[in-house]
């Protein structure tokens, strides 16, 4: 069963950052694409960044510049470092297997809880 710990958030200032982290209990991790995605109150899930295999990354238009995914295979992790926070960016993060910019898993981890304000 695959299961998902995201870790990392917090409350922060506008113009503050958060790395986060999400270890992921797949035994291909490293074959798979992973993403972040992040859910606003009152909002849909929405996806953020997505890297593959190889290295490739992918943003969403309102964090680029701003945000970096990355990831380490060694440790079946993937990370969001997350610079220059604005108030839009708060929200709960999760992470998950992508595939194209979509979820691949039905079921998510607890989240990790981002909020930024004065």
């Known amino acids: 069963q695959v299961q998902f710990v995201e870790s990392g958030g917090g409350s922060v200032q506008p113009g503050g950052s958060l790395r986060l982290s999400c270890a992921a209990s797949?035994?291909?991790?490293?074959?798979?694409?992973m993403g972040w995605y992040r859910q606003a109150p009152g909002k849909q899930r929405e996806p953020v960044a997505t890297?593959?295999?190889?290295?490739?990354?992918r943003y969403a238009d309102s964090v680029k510049g701003r945000f970096t995914i990355s990831r380490d295979n060694a440790k079946n992790t993937v990370y969001l470092q997350m610079n220059s926070l604005k108030p839009e960016d708060t929200a709960v993060y999760y992470c998950?297997?992508?595939?194209?910019?979509?979820?691949?898993?039905?079921?998510w981890g607890q989240g990790t809880q981002v909020t930024v304000s004065d």
């Open positions: 998950n297997v992508d595939r194209g910019w979509n979820p691949t898993y039905s079921s």
């Open positions: 797949i035994k291909t991790f490293r074959l798979n694409m």
């Open positions: 890297i593959t295999v190889g290295g490739t990354t």
